[in-house]
């Protein structure tokens, strides 16, 4: 089955620039999406088909996904942004859909 | 507005089964592709599967297939998920979430994320 790799833990000060990346095998290849979840809460999609934002999501978030690595990226990080992260994918070998396990995103 | 309403917390004895129920309003329910998602305390997301509400075509997660089984009555807009041989791991919260593209080509839906979820319904399972 399809694995998706994203660090535990990421830590920005606030102003500063946060990258999260996840990890798969040619995931360059996939479609990648982005979710912000925060405590008690369902979780929001931020980014989704590598780069795209839905309506009323920040222009500072973004996304990139080349080779084996989609990075979500966020510009100028408020505390209000301190949540968990989760990419996902569709492995299309096995039409199965694909989490990563999470980054959680502390703002310092 | 498009909005998902899940069924309330329940608590169930480990063997036995629950149904979870997603009623979706302010779109066309047989137009998007659901999906259920869940969460165990303190863990990742977890993808369950997908239905097709027009047609009840379904999609399962290898690890549920046998044990899981999605339905929708469209006469009511509403999916509903049904978890059987419940085991303590089990104990998560689980969300119905709505594919963000109208029109139910696979290829096409995966492009595009789930933007639309559910409060997510909180299951016990204990002895």
């Known amino acids: 089955s399809y694995v998706l790799t994203q660090p535990p833990s990421v830590s920005v000060a606030p102003g500063q620039t946060a990258r999260i990346t996840c990890g798969g095998n040619?995931?360059?290849?996939?479609?990648v999406h982005w979710y912000q979840q925060k405590p008690g809460q369902a979780p929001v999609l931020v980014v989704y088909?590598?780069?795209d934002r839905p309506s009323g999501i920040p222009e500072r978030f973004s996304g990139s996904n080349s080779g084996n690595t989609a990075t979500l990226t966020i510009s100028r990080v408020e505390a209000g942004d301190e949540a968990d992260y989760y990419c996902?994918?569709?492995?299309?070998?096995?039409?199965?859909?694909?989490f990563g396990g999470g980054t959680k995103l502390t703002v310092l | 507005q498009v909005q998902l309403v899940q069924s309330g917390a329940e608590v169930k004895k480990p063997g036995a089964s629950v149904k979870v129920s997603c009623k979706a309003s302010?779109?066309?329910?047989?137009?998007?592709?659901m999906h259920w998602v869940r969460q165990a305390p303190g863990q990742g997301l977890e993808w369950m599967g997908w239905?097709?509400?027009?047609?009840?075509?379904?999609n399962y997660a290898q690890k549920f297939q046998g044990r899981v089984t999605m339905t929708r009555d469209t006469s009511i807009s509403t999916a509903y998920m049904e978890l059987s041989r419940l085991r303590s791991d089990d104990t998560a919260v689980y969300y119905c979430?709505?594919?963000?593209?109208?029109?139910?080509?696979?290829?096409?839906?995966?492009?595009?994320?789930?933007?639309?979820w559910g409060q997510g319904t909180t299951v016990t399972v204990s002895s």
């Open positions: 979430a709505r594919v963000g593209v109208f029109g139910l080509v696979v290829v096409v839906a995966a492009t595009y994320g789930l933007d639309v």
């Open positions: 302010g779109y066309t329910f047989t137009g998007y592709y």
């Open positions: 239905i097709n509400p027009n047609s009840g075509g379904t």
């Open positions: 040619n995931i360059g290849s996939k479609s």
């Open positions: 088909d590598d780069s």
């Open positions: 996902q994918v569709w492995d299309s070998s096995s039409d199965q859909w694909v």
